[in-house]
Structures are given as C-alpha cells and as structure tokens.
C-alpha cells in the first residue's frame, strides 16, 4: 500500500472461526483493516487480545531476519566479490508436517528467498547454499522424549555447511538434504 492509498476495510461476519477467520486473516496479511462480528463476545475478545501468532513471529524470525541481514552484507561482499551465504531451512522446507503449519510456511519461504538470491548472484562470484537438516539434537528438541540417535548431531550439519563451503570458487552447492538415519521424525 502507498502513502497516499485509502485504508481498505473488509467487513467478514463471524471471524473468529472457520472460513471466517481465514478470509480474515488473508486480507489482514495483504493490508486490510478487518471488522468482524461472531457468536459471542469472548470469541471475540479472544480474536482481539491474540498474538501476532506463530505464523508472523517465525516469519520474523526464519525469514525477515535472513532477509534483511543479506541487504546489510551483500554490498560489500559485492565489492569484494567474494563469499558465500547460507540459510539453514529445514526438510519442512520441502515436505508440509501436520501441526506444523507455521514453521513450514516460514521455512518454505526462506528456501523461496535462498532460491531467488543465488539466481540473482549467478553472474557474481558471491555462492548460495540453502541447509535442509531433518531432525537435529538441538535446544528446539529439549523436553522430546526421543531417544538421542533419532536426532542428527549438530556437527553433521556443520560438516555440510563446511563441505559446500570448500568446493572450488568454480562450484556451488545449491542445496544439502540431510535427515537422521531412520528417516523423518513422525
């Protein structure tokens, strides 16, 4: 939206749930003040009082941040006309898990951004690498009740990230797909 555009509105009955909601929050994303109505004042006291929600805190946090800290470095590196930029996606990256709908949207969209800037840096000397790990030992897994070898060590993933890195400056690794041995975590 321009400086100078109207605020739309849209105005969705019962809005709290449902198709809704959805519709709601589709026209939300895209700039739109909603107002809504429901069945019952705390159902709409719930909508109101929500959180931004997990979906816009991971886009935060796996895209936006990847995003803008790619704008502050990429001049310089540039002009050095040197270096290589990696994501850590994930295989929900590639593959939707149910209960996960906002991390995976997040983390499809960072591979989305990995794609289009190594097809904007080709005709640079500067690689892109998007890392895709399935399940690693990490904090994110802390309270699991897993056994440790379902969960790749954090050092496979290193090793990658360093394997892609140590190609020739002729060579780039567009994409590592790693996952535990037994396969992806139920």
Known sequence: ????A???YLLVTGGTRGIGRAVAARFVAEGFGVLTCARSAPDLD???DEP???LRRLLEVN???AYDLTRAVLPPMLVRG?????TICSTASIMAYSAGGSYCISKFALLGFTKVLREELKTSALRVTA???GATLTDSWAGADLPPDRLMPPEDVAEAVWTAWAASPRTVVEEVLLRPQLGDLP
Request: proline content about 4%; hydrophobic content about 45%; cysteine-free.
């Open 1 to 4: 939206m321009t400086a100078t």
């Open 6 to 8: 109207a605020q739309k």
């Open 46 to 48: 719930r909508l109101r």
């Open 52 to 54: 931004d929600g997990a």
């Open 63 to 65: 895209v936006a941040s």
């Open 82 to 86: 040197e270096g290589h930029f990696f």
């Open 131 to 133: 890392i895709l790990p």
